[in-house]
């Protein structure tokens, strides 16, 4: 099967898909002795080397996960200090799977594996995280009630979500889409501010009790059960009327991690330059 060049060294660990194209358009990528274009396409078959070094194939699925401490951000950026590629430290290279912001903590996953990424992530296949929020002002049952039946908010409004009180100063909640600080908008909408936000849950695959900046291999079973639960998700946009901002946030994301398509790099760029 023939896969992009860059997507190749990308899943080999060497580097992210945006650095794949600055190796190959600098010429230091080659396939089968030659000269790689970019663009280009290859098969495990052929020998691709990065300078001398020839690279392989990395079969083996990583999928970890993560308790993500506060003040960690999810960013490959090195010139971030705090970035959670250099915090964890990880032998072989391995990216996050959805965000969080520096100010939460909890459950993130993390794989070389870039496939399930979009299929776990897309806001269009609707897959549950789950939330434990402690705010500053004690939970009414007026304040779930609102925040469950949708919250205007980056021009958009939420989509319904179950919420339910857990402590005087705490509730639960279940997203099935991730806009750019979701929680912390909807709690601010109706005057509530977020003092501690921890992810415990994406789809079956809990944080459990993972002391932060621990993580652990997802077990063969909750990877045969998150397999079985993507099966039928989509790799491609699925719109539904209120999913375009988060679309927008999942295109940042792919952008910092080098993995947007060429026709979303050139549109972002378009939109970068009307602000």
Do not use: W
């Not at 958009?156 to 889409?177: A, D, N, W």
């Amino acid at each position: 099967m023939e896969i992009r060049l860059n997507k190749f060294l990308s899943e080999a660990g060497v580097c992210s898909r945006r650095e794949a194209d600055r190796l190959i358009e600098s010429g230091q990528v080659t396939v089968d002795g030659k000269r790689a274009e970019t663009g280009m396409k290859v098969t495990e078959s052929q020998m691709v080397c990065v300078g001398e070094k020839q690279v392989k194939p990395q079969n083996e699925m990583v999928l970890l996960a993560v308790n993500k401490p506060v003040g960690i951000v999810c960013t490959e950026e090195k010139r971030e200090k705090h970035n959670i590629i250099d915090f964890l430290h990880y032998p072989t290279r391995i990216t996050y799977i959805g965000r969080l912001d520096k100010d939460s903590e909890g459950l993130l996953l993390m794989t070389n594996q870039g496939d399930i990424i979009n299929k776990m992530m897309r806001a269009g296949n609707e897959h549950e995280k789950e939330y434990l929020v402690t705010v500053n002002k004690p939970v009414t049952g007026e304040f779930l009630e609102k925040m469950a039946n949708g919250v205007p908010i980056l021009d958009t409004v939420t989509r319904t979500c179950k919420v339910e009180k857990v402590g005087k100063f705490r509730f639960r909640i279940i997203l099935t889409q991730g806009l750019n600080r979701q929680i912390r908008r909807m709690c601010e909408y109706f005057g509530y501010k977020v003092t501690r936000l921890v992810r415990i849950r994406v789809m079956n695959i809990k944080l459990g009790d993972l002391k932060p900046g621990e993580y652990r291999k997802v077990t063969e079973e909750e990877i045969r059960e998150l397999y079985e639960l993507i099966k039928d998700s989509s790799n491609e946009t699925r719109f539904r009327p209120d999913d375009r901002v988060a679309e927008d946030e999942a295109k940042r994301g792919r952008a910092d991690r080098g993995m947007m398509k060429p026709g979303e790099a050139r549109q972002s760029r378009m939109e970068k330059g009307k602000g």
